[in-house]
């Protein structure tokens, strides 16, 4: 039995939630069933990670067999809320439209 690992150093001042994360764990699943020939592959993610691996599963459902996820945010209108909140960013809009954008979503 063969372990294949890889390690991303994460640098810069921006995230996006699980968006353009998902494209890491693309990457990933292609080495390691490509390069490794690891044909089940299994996602665990904690908080972001757990969000990002839904956000790839959702998507790439055939290539992924289980999943282990802890504490991921349940709605991304509260998490941005939050940290504008910790932020301390004001609005001139009211609270609830401080995040008004994503309406669509």
């Not at 995230?15 to 020939?37: F, K, M, N, P």
């Not at 067999?65 to 998490?79: E, G, Y």
Request: hydrophobic content about 35%; some cysteine.
């Amino acid at each position: 039995r063969s372990m294949c690992h890889l390690a991303r150093v994460c640098t810069g001042d921006y995230i996006s939630l699980g968006y353009h994360e998902q494209d890491d764990v693309a990457t990933v699943v292609e080495y390691l069933t490509g390069t490794c020939r690891i044909p089940r592959i299994g996602l665990w993610g904690r908080s972001m990670g757990a969000a990002t691996s839904i956000i790839y599963a959702a998507t790439n459902s055939n290539s992924i067999k289980a999943m282990i996820l802890d504490s991921p945010f349940s709605s991304l209108r509260t998490l941005s809320q939050e940290v504008l909140d910790s932020l301390h960013v004001r609005s001139s809009r009211p609270r609830e439209s401080a995040v008004g954008w994503m309406d669509g979503w």
